[in-house]
């Protein structure tokens, strides 16, 4: 598996790996305003527009295949972590959170996990911090982590 920078080659694959996670894990517990939210989020149109700003999108590739996606916004927010579903559990977002954490650029790195995610943040080092909150029918555990800028590699 590598895990590299996404291309704009990538946004297709890239959209439908985090779609299809989503309906999996996340969608079952959400309104339709939330399904739908995420869904623009996630598109393909999307990916590739972030992809000229300031975020950092990384992709992991096994056998040719994009396996998951991870977007870290502003150097200090993971706005994305899916791993496709029958990649999961295999360590492809561990290596992708520690990848992306390699770009941070604050002492504190934040996510709005979903609820249904919570405890894989638990498990890369995250603690929950605040209330449970909604957002354009999003619901989410904001959390937090502390990150050594340090490390940083660009």
């Known amino acids: 598996m590598t895990i590299r920078r996404m291309t704009p080659d990538d946004v297709h ?3 439908a790996v985090c779609l299809e996670a989503f309906t999996v894990a996340v969608a079952p517990t959400l309104s339709a305003q939330g399904i739908a939210t995420f869904a623009g989020v ?10 000229q700003g300031d ?3 990384l992709v992991a590739v096994d056998a040719g295949a994009i396996r998951g996606v991870a977007e870290l916004k502003e150097g200090r927010h993971v706005a994305m972590l899916f ?14 959170m520690t990848a992306l954490l390699a770009h941070a650029r ?19 080092g995250f603690v929950c911090a605040g209330e449970v909150a909604t ?11 502390p990150h050594d800028v340090a490390a940083r590699v660009d």
Not at 42 to 51: E, G, Q, V, Y
Not at 83 to 96: F, S
Not at 106 to 124: C, E, F, H, N, Q
Not at 135 to 145: D, F, I, N, R, T
């Open 135 to 145: 957002a354009s029918g999003l619901v989410y555990q904001p959390m937090h982590k």
């Open 13 to 15: 694959a890239a959209s």
């Open 106 to 124: 604050a002492p504190l790195i934040t996510v709005s996990a979903s609820l249904t995610s919570v405890p894989a943040y638990v498990r890369y």
């Open 55 to 57: 975020n950092v999108l």
């Open 83 to 96: 791993v496709a579903p029958d990649g999961q559990q295999r360590g492809i977002g561990r290596a992708l």
């Open 42 to 51: 996630a598109s393909a149109a999307a990916f590739a527009t972030r992809l």
